[in-house]
T-cell receptor, first 117, second 114 residues
Framework: GAVVSQHPSWVICKSGTSVKIECRSL??????MFWYRQFPKQSLMLMAT?????????EQGVEKDKFLINHASLTLSTLTVTSAHPEDSSFYIC?????????????FGPGTRLTVL | AQTVTQSQPEMSVQEAETVTLSCTYD???????LFWYKQPPSRQMILVIRQEAYKQQNATENRFSVNFQKAAKSFSLKISDSQLGDTAMYFCAFMKPSGNQFYFGTGTSLTVIP
């Protein structure tokens, strides 16, 4: 159990276009989801915390108008990279926390590789 | 703010041997959770082992065990009988119970040599 999927697994887009990445918890409800960014051979950098039914909380230095996060249901959160530029090329990973109670684990999606030309 | 430090960017070990990955952290919290995650070339994050700070007993999962030293804020991972499939990036992570937010270390790239 506790499977998290991401779609698409990889995407190539032109500079200036917008790209939407979906994160789904397949067999559990997640009130909280997290979005991370990972550059090659580096660690995961938390971008934002997404709570169902409320606005996302962004980490310092992350542009909320550029990285739009919507957590519309208990099983789906989306990250939209608006007006993408080559420097936005990266590996984006989501994770989900089951239930409404405090939980001591995150379940990670397989990631989405974004390449902006 | 919490910080997690992994001082070994790269390590290698012979197949069937034992290797220890280091992790230290800084926090003023008394109750928290610590994790080791493995990220193979597929990039999927896989939980290796978890430790609750209020438990003095070190966690073990088959060939994986930790040495948790709360006073020293140290959380090392020992891999016994290393296998080729253990080759991956390993990340140490800290989590406060409130908010479920993870703080990751910079990672250690482990290569198991046949």
């Amino acid at each position: 159990g506790a499977v998290v999927s991401q779609h698409p697994s990889w995407v190539i887009c032109k500079s200036g276009t917008s790209v939407k990445i979906e994160c789904r918890s397949l067999d559990f409800q997640a009130t909280t989801m997290f979005w991370y960014r990972q550059f090659p051979k580096q660690s995961l950098m938390l971008m934002a915390t997404s709570n169902e039914g409320s606005k996302a909380t962004y980490e310092q230095g992350v542009e909320k108008d550029k990285f739009l996060i919507n957590h519309a249901s208990l099983t789906l959160s989306t990250l939209t990279v608006t007006s993408a530029h080559p420097e936005d090329s990266s590996f984006y990973i989501c994770s989900a926390v089951p239930g409404r109670l405090l939980y001591n684990e995150q379940f990670f999606g397989p990631g989405t590789r974004l390449t902006v030309l | 703010a919490q910080t997690v430090t992994q001082s070994q960017p790269e390590m290698s070990v012979q197949e069937a041997e034992t290797v220890t990955l280091s992790c230290t952290y800084d926090t003023s919290e008394n109750n928290y959770y610590l994790f080791w995650y493995k990220q193979p070339p597929s990039r999927q994050m896989i939980l290796v082992i978890r430790q609750e700070a209020y438990k003095q007993q070190n966690a073990t999962e088959n060939r994986f065990s930790v040495n948790f030293q709360k006073a020293a804020k140290s959380f090392s991972l020992k891999i016994s009988d290393s296998q080729l499939g253990d080759t991956a990036m390993y990340f140490c992570a800290f989590m406060k119970p409130s908010g479920n937010q993870f703080y990751f270390g910079t990672g250690t790239s482990l290569t198991v040599i046949p």
